[in-house]
């Protein structure tokens, strides 16, 4: 081998090494309670900033139900049960109901199409049948 070619051969591999090892945060979760959490603590932060994005007109109303969904997605795989996966679905119900007031502000304003809030609408009653869904039956 040329030694430019061993010079090449060191340096695709320094590169490998440096971008393999490079992507790992010393911080990061390890176990899976770690990364099931950090998943949620993800999920939130791109929901909270696709709200505020489309809260000044340059987000979409898709995006953030996605990331509300991903979010409670993320909470319900950590093995949520009873009060506490009401409590999250109650909180994407609440989330919803937010979203479709902004939109229900734009629509008004000319800043979005009507289309909007009837998706909007959708999005809401979809929430509230899940939650419905986890509710026990009614004794009679």
């Known amino acids: 081998m040329t030694r430019t070619g061993s010079v090449m051969v060191v340096f695709v591999v320094s590169l490998f090494i440096a971008t ?11 176990t899976a ?3 099931a959490k950090a998943r ?6 791109v929901y909270s900033a696709t709200e ?10 898709d995006q953030a139900y996605v990331w509300s969904v991903r979010w409670l997605d993320a909470e319900r795989d950590r093995g949520l049960r009873g ?3 009401a409590r999250a679905l109650h909180d994407h119900t609440a989330r919803m109901k937010a979203l479709a007031a902004a939109v229900d502000q734009q629509v008004k304003t000319g800043v979005a199409p009507a289309t909007s ?21 009614r004794r009679e």
């Open 20 to 30: 393999a090892g490079g992507s790992a945060r010393a911080d990061a979760p390890h």
């Open 33 to 35: 309670t770690q990364l």
């Open 40 to 45: 949620v603590a993800a999920a939130a932060k």
């Open 52 to 61: 505020a994005a489309l809260k000044v007109g340059r987000g979409s109303l």
């Open 83 to 85: 009060k506490a996966l």
């Open 117 to 137: 809030a009837l998706a909007a609408d959708y999005y809401v009653v979809e929430a509230q049948l899940w939650q419905a869904r986890t509710k026990p039956p």
